[in-house]
């Protein structure tokens, strides 16, 4: 006997649970109107007999597919390389898991990946997508919305232009820059410089305008880079070639702060003695791992991903029957105090 001829049937479960196949359909898809010691005998059934619903039948019934697509606008060297993406899709999984959906992973390599993702969004396979890591001139949003999938976004979405009913999370960028570079500033630093992570994206532009609030525009002293270990190397260098006597750096984010540390013991300078240094994200086999263990604002990046995940299905929960209205659940930073600063 082959495996499918083997499996449970949907009329074996009625017969054991002594209800009609109807009965049993409405209770494994999720339907109403079945009263609860029905319920309940039907569910025995399904775990005596070890019956598993036809997901392609099932999703007939539900018009649900229970699958949800992952979206990160990033070459996957970037995403594999950096624990900020590992724990935003953890808190994502966390999420779907827990109401049995399941992740669809897509990657954007380039403008030809654009297209291919608008093209598997397009053909039904989800229910709806996550989506993250977007730079300013990305076609994604605007593909995605003429597909019509239900969408949560990652990050502030600055292609915005208001018309669009937009639901994002995000951190305090700002806020969190503004509490790194005050302390700084409390700590007597006058030469308080700034790494930027790439501009094109908003978590970059948010915490370069939280420096600048601080600071001032006469004392900027910024160099952009890429948020990654040797993006913050490469800027610490020229930093210091600029202005010698910088003695305190706010880097965008841990990865590009762990480079920071490294060009100063090789430039023979101290942290925190002589420069002190400060990150963002606080994730923790970076920062606690340091040399010395970096002074960070930290963001609740699973909880992020947790939170994403969580909106989408309750959009799709309401589909049909007025859908949730456009919004964004701003998250708070804290600064963390280690040995840097």
């Not at 018009?63 to 060297?77: F, G």
Request: charge should be negative; hydrophobic fraction near 40%.
């Amino acid at each position: 006997m082959s495996e499918t001829a083997s499996r449970p049937t949907l009329e074996a479960v009625a017969a054991r649970a002594g209800v009609s196949r109807a009965t049993v359909s409405r209770v494994v898809n999720g339907g109403d109107g079945v009263r609860e010691p029905l319920v309940e005998r039907v569910r025995q059934a399904v775990d005596e007999l070890g019956y598993v619903p036809n997901q392609a039948a099932r999703s007939l019934v539900t018009k649900r597919h229970d699958a949800v697509a992952v979206i990160i606008a990033e070459p996957e060297t970037r995403v594999f390389a950096d624990p900020f993406f590992a724990l935003q899709l953890r808190g994502i999984s966390k999420e779907l898991t827990a109401h049995d959906n399941q992740l669809v992973l897509l990657l954007t390599e380039g403008r030809d990946d654009h297209a291919r993702v608008a093209r598997y969004l397009a053909g039904g396979h989800v229910d709806g997508a996550l989506v993250f890591s977007l730079h300013l001139d990305d076609p994604l949003p605007g593909l995605i919305q003429d597909v019509g999938v239900p969408t949560v976004f990652g990050g502030r979405p600055g292609w915005s232009d208001g018309t669009r009913d937009v639901v994002y999370v995000d951190s305090d960028n700002r806020g969190g820059a503004r509490e790194a570079v005050r302390l700084l500033a409390g700590l007597g630093r006058s030469r308080v410089a700034h790494i930027s992570g790439p501009l094109d994206q908003t978590s970059a532009a948010d915490r370069l305008d939280g420096y600048r609030q601080v600071v001032g525009d006469g004392r900027l002293l910024v160099v952009e880079s890429d948020f990654t270990p040797g993006g913050g190397e490469r800027a610490m260098r020229e930093l210091l070639d600029r202005c010698p006597d910088v003695d305190a750096v706010f880097a965008a984010n841990d990865l590009m702060a762990s480079g920071v540390l490294r060009v100063l013991r090789e430039r023979g300078r101290r942290v925190p003695e002589d420069v002190a240094v400060v990150g963002f994200d606080d994730m923790l086999p970076v920062a606690e791992q340091s040399d010395p263990p970096l002074t960070t604002v930290r963001q609740d990046i699973e909880e992020m991903g947790r939170i994403m995940a969580r909106l989408l299905l309750r959009r799709l929960d309401r589909r049909g029957g007025g859908e949730e209205p456009g919004g964004a659940v701003v998250l708070p930073t804290t600064l963390v105090r280690r040995a840097s600063a």
